[in-house]
């Protein structure tokens, strides 16, 4: 048990009362880890052993790592089977999550991977913008997706973006990708 | 000590040319702005801006990024004390008097105590950095690889182990950083490892990637699934005063502030968590009986002001360790390690030798920076506080186009963006399951690092184990480690018992 810094302590066995698929999802996250440590150990035996003056070669770090989170991911399990996580604060905000809120910002994000280097910087952060404001006004339990908001979304994009792309391209020379060669789009 | 002025006059000189003035301006407006917004550290805003590495000059830059760091540390005080939203871990002890001051109708005396506070621990312990780095960084030159493993050992034991509440998910995120720096060619023998066939990671994770899509991502992430109906209500702002009595109560709690927090940010104990909790404790503690009914209740004056300074004394004195040795103690200073890496310059012992310029610029920058910071946050206060009126989808949609610039200004990779969408998730599921993140971004940074003073201490040990224990000062530093490890461990266990 560690002194918590944070000025409420949790209560030390952590009997708060369990949310609901939270076991599943501790169960998880520890599975997760223990699947990290498999990756890493199936890969750290390609790795050569050659040690030269050392005694130790570039494959003895990924072992260990791999052997610490197995460990770590078995405690986990271990704590997940136990009556949860030690010492856990109750996360912050809804016990329930906004999946569909969390998809339209995803899909923000991954379009905008996927779309910058073809339509560039500007509408690619743009259109961004406006997928991620809508989500995140959904999650609010506003209205969002009407056209007129959707078109001001997309000019408030586009007025972030463009003065962005003017600012690193022309004046600190950073690299990024527009529509058209003429630098301003 | 006549060598050491002169030195910083020269960097004052440096530091005060128009356009440096200028960086240092612009850093500390920022700073104090993403301060202010919640959601946005210093960390994570200075990781999306060092791309311009590649186009200003180090000394500028640096004079910009510490600009961000130090403002970041004003701004947030202000949050906390009006939305009771820390945006910082720094000034979550803040919120806990300030909040309830503003809530009676003090904001005003808890954000004039929290900014001149500031400004006197910053003040101070720039002082000390100033006295006492160029010492530490004569005798630093002595350490060999195995003393540096092993003081870096003791920062992956403390990021993990101490802070935090649980030391299982304190080491979980730890080496799974590790493994995020494990990815790419490994310095000494150039062996590929965990690429994949993947050619984007041949150069490896870049630190900023993962920042960035921890910190950045991740809120936006968090936000819409979680937060969307949790209502945040603002106190009222008004005048930025405090009267006799308050500065009377005020000043001492600040100087203790300072001689608490100066001392953890030199050593590798990461971060101003306990700094600042400490002395809250050490005020509420020492507080006259008739104030000490305040704690808790109407909000006391000292406990915002020791633990703002506490916080802005730490804050400068992890400039010590990193700027010396090379070590960085808090998330940000990993940040700056990286920037400074960016540049091809080692930030060791040799620093004060070979880039002897950029460091006394830097320190000078800071003296200045305060000074700015006063002026930026108590008459202008209210300039920032209109920042809190952006609505959040705006706010938050808006700093996902600002990570796009910092992750793909990066190598031009939109490979890296879904990555950076990869480790969003993977923080939303950190954040849910209360797992810290600066382990992550520590690991990820000091593990390369780690890895290659180990096996160069290895080989002057001719591949013995026991080069760790014979040489006295590395073997303190592991005894040191073990420390840190068990003593808390016993105690819970004799409390138990």
Same mark, same amino acid.
């Given at each position: 048990? $560690? ?17 609901? *698929? ?44 791999? !052997? ?28 329930? *999550? ?73 004046? @600190?020379?950073? &690299? ?10 | ?9 020269? *960097? ?82 803040? !919120? ?18 929290? !900014? ?115 209502? &945040?209500?603002? &106190? ?74 506490? $916080? ?12 010396? @040795? ?35 610029? @830097? ?50 990779? !939109?490979?890296?963006?879904? @990555? ?6 993977? *923080? ?27 096996? &160069? ?41």
């Amino acid at each position: 048990m $560690n002194p918590s810094p944070s000025p409420v302590p949790s209560s030390p066995d952590s009997n708060q009362p369990p949310v609901a *698929g939270r076991g599943v999802g501790q169960l998880l996250v520890g599975a997760g880890a223990l699947g990290v440590a498999a990756v890493l150990a199936y890969g750290a035996t390609s790795i050569s052993s050659d040690a030269g003056y050392a005694g130790v070669g570039p494959n003895f770090l990924p072992w260990v790592v791999s !052997a610490a989170l197995a460990i770590c991911g078995s405690l986990l399990i271990f704590e997940a089977l136990t009556g949860g996580y030690r010492q856990m604060d109750v996360p912050s905000g809804a016990p329930r *999550g906004d999946w569909h809120a969390l998809a339209w910002v995803s899909a923000g994000v991954l379009l905008n991977a996927t779309l910058i280097t073809t339509i560039g910087f500007i509408l690619s952060c743009a259109l961004c913008f406006t997928l991620a404001v809508r989500g995140l006004r959904a999650s609010e339990g506003k209205p969002a997706g009407n056209l007129r908001q959707t078109v001001m979304d997309a000019v408030t994009g586009m007025l972030i973006a463009a003065p962005v792309y003017w600012l690193f391209t022309k004046l @600190l020379a950073v &690299n990024l990708p527009g529509l058209s060669s003429t630098g301003w789009i | 000590m006549m060598d050491i002025l002169n030195q910083l006059l020269g *960097g004052f000189a440096t530091a005060g040319t128009p356009i440096n003035l200028l960086w240092a301006l612009a850093g500390c407006a920022l700073g104090t702005a993403i301060g202010v917004l919640p959601g946005l550290g210093p960390a994570v805003t200075i990781a999306m801006l060092l791309p311009i590495t590649g186009q200003v000059e180090p000394t500028a830059s640096m004079i910009f990024f510490a600009g961000i760091y130090y403002g970041a540390m004003y701004g947030g005080s202000t949050t906390s004390i009006l939305l009771n939203t820390p945006g910082e871990t720094g000034t979550m002890v803040t !919120a806990l008097e300030g909040f309830k001051m503003a809530k009676h109708g003090r904001a005003g005396a808890a954000l004039a105590t929290s !900014a001149i506070g500031s400004f006197v621990a910053g003040t101070i312990a720039t002082i000390l950095v100033t006295l006492f780095a160029p010492i530490l960084a004569k005798f630093a030159v002595r350490l060999g690889p195995p003393e540096y493993f092993c003081l870096m050992l003791l920062a992956f034991t403390t990021v993990s182990a101490v802070l935090g509440k649980s030391t299982l998910r304190g080491m979980t995120a730890l080496f799974f950083g590790l493994a995020l720096g494990l990815v790419g060619i490994d310095q000494i023998t150039a062996q590929v490892r965990y690429t994949g066939g993947v050619m984007e990671f041949m150069d490896g994770i870049e630190v900023v990637l993962v920042a960035v899509g921890l910190f950045a991502v991740t809120e936006a992430l968090y936000n819409a699934l979680y937060e969307g109906r949790s209502a &945040n209500d603002m &106190n009222k702002l008004n005048k930025v005063h405090m009267t006799r009595t308050e500065w009377r109560r005020s000043w001492p709690a600040w100087l203790r502030g300072t001689a608490i927090g100066f001392p953890f940010g030199t050593i590798p104990a990461g971060g101003s968590e306990i700094p600042t909790f400490l002395s809250y404790a050490a005020e509420r503690k020492l507080a006259k009986p008739a104030h000490q009914a305040e704690f808790g209740t109407v909000g006391a004056i000292e406990g915002v002001a020791g633990p703002e300074a506490a $916080n802005n004394a730490a804050v400068t004195a992890t400039l010590v360790p990193l700027l010396t @040795l090379g070590i960085p103690t808090s998330v940000t200073a990993a940040i700056l390690l990286s920037a400074l890496q960016n540049y091809g310059i080692n930030a060791g012992p040799q620093l004060f030798q070979t880039s002897g310029d950029l460091v006394w610029a @830097l320190i000078a920058s800071l003296y200045i920076g305060n000074v700015m910071l006063l002026v930026l946050n108590l008459p202008l206060v209210g300039l920032w506080v209109k920042l809190l009126k952006i609505p959040k989808p705006q706010l938050y949609a808006g700093i996902l186009i600002f990570a796009t610039v910092g992750v793909y200004g990066m190598r031009q990779s !939109a490979f890296d963006l879904y @990555l950076m969408y990869g480790l969003g998730l993977l *923080g939303v599921v950190m954040r849910r399951y209360d797992f810290p993140t600066a382990p992550v971004i520590v690991g990820l940074i000091l593990g390369p690092l780690a890895e290659a003073q180990m096996r &160069n201490a290895l080989s002057i040990g001719e591949g013995s184990w026991w080069v760790f224990v014979e040489r006295p000062m590395s073997a303190t530093l592991l005894a040191v480690v073990v420390l840190v490890l068990v003593t808390p461990r016993l105690l819970a266990w004799r409390r138990r018992a």
